[in-house]
């Protein structure tokens, strides 16, 4: 069984963390939600727009090896937080080491970019790509996969997101199915 790991930072969008996290299970990838240590109490952690979920561990107790693939919501307040957690970045660079699977979302690529783990093409929310710089971005994909990283525009690209990180960690049929079974066409 493929098994994700999604940190969660305060400010996190709660509409691709929440869809990501319902996908990729309704594929058969055993998900790990992780909190940002000092943060939160009680494993909480607040999204953008005042919705709390509750994460199973904290980032600290993370090793890369566990997991197949890291993916990260995006959200302003969430991504600045990633981008400048150590741990976040150590793991980020953990896994690029070790050939595993990077997605980001939304602002979150931004995270990727201060690791230094972004590839070359790459898309994100409209406007951060500012931040990152212009070279290798497209507005044009819903989901752009380059290598081993994974990207993909905002909320309303999520289900997609997380259908395509499905393909590429469980295969075709498990993609097919939960396409279906979320009526997902557009994706």
Not at 5 to 17: D, H, K, S
Not at 72 to 83: E, F, I, M, Q, V
């Amino acid at each position: 069984m493929a098994n994700a790991l999604v940190p969660l930072a305060e400010g996190f969008e709660e509409i691709e963390a929440v869809s990501l996290i319902d996908i990729m299970r309704r594929g058969g990838i055993e998900v790990v939600v992780a909190y940002l240590e000092g943060e939160f109490a009680n494993n909480l952690v607040t999204g953008a727009n005042g919705i709390t979920v509750q994460a199973e561990t904290s980032i600290k107790n993370v090793i890369a090896d566990d997991f197949d693939i890291i993916v990260l919501p995006g959200g302003w307040g969430g991504t600045n937080r990633l981008a400048e957690d150590h741990i976040v970045q150590d793991l980020l660079k953990s896994f690029q080491v070790k050939d595993k699977y990077i997605a980001a979302i939304c602002a979150a690529p931004y995270a990727l970019h201060k690791a230094g783990v972004l590839s070359q093409k790459y898309t994100c929310y409209p406007s951060v790509e500012e931040q990152i710089g212009r070279s290798g971005y497209t507005d044009r994909e819903k989901v752009v996969i380059d290598g081993k990283v994974m990207t993909s525009r905002g909320p309303g690209t999520a289900i997609c997101f997380g259908l395509a990180i499905i393909k590429e960690l469980v295969g075709i049929e498990s993609y097919n199915m939960v396409r279906a079974g979320t009526l997902s066409e557009f994706c």
